[in-house]
């Protein structure tokens, strides 16, 4: 049986979509955030580089129905980076993956992410899961 009802997943996790997924969660989720993400790696220097994320791009977009940040996720996003920044850290390097841990703390979802140190700081209100 999954650990949580919903995961929403970072950007390292769409490109490299964790093994254990259903050991994780019961639905994935990704956010317009992600999405931004993925199109902006899209305009790569390599030609091969750049079809291949394309293509992932659009398989995403096939796959999943994108959850839009919404104003209540902005709102989240203001008391997750002010928390942020009384731990010492500057969020302003962080934004994008403070505004998914906003998007998952509306969701009540976990954040699935490869890279836990981009959210080093981030209060309970919002629930990360490290995946290898």
Request: charged share 20%; hydrophobic share 50%; glycine share 4%.
């Amino acid at each position: 049986m999954p650990e949580h009802a919903l995961a929403l997943l970072d950007t390292s996790c769409v490109i490299d979509f964790p093994d254990q997924m259903e050991q994780l969660a019961e639905a994935a989720a990704v956010s317009t955030l992600t999405i931004a993400e993925l199109a902006y790696g899209i305009h790569h220097d390599d030609p091969i580089v750049a079809a291949a994320r394309e293509a992932r791009y659009r398989d995403v977009l096939k796959e999943f129905d994108p959850v839009p940040y919404s104003a209540r996720a902005a709102h989240l996003y203001g008391a997750i980076a002010a928390s942020v920044r009384k731990s010492g850290r500057n969020p302003r390097p962080r934004r994008i993956d403070l505004m998914l841990a906003s998007v998952a703390a509306e969701l009540g979802a976990v954040l699935l992410t490869r890279n836990p140190a981009d959210f080093v700081g981030i209060p309970s209100i919002s629930h990360v899961v490290a995946v290898r």
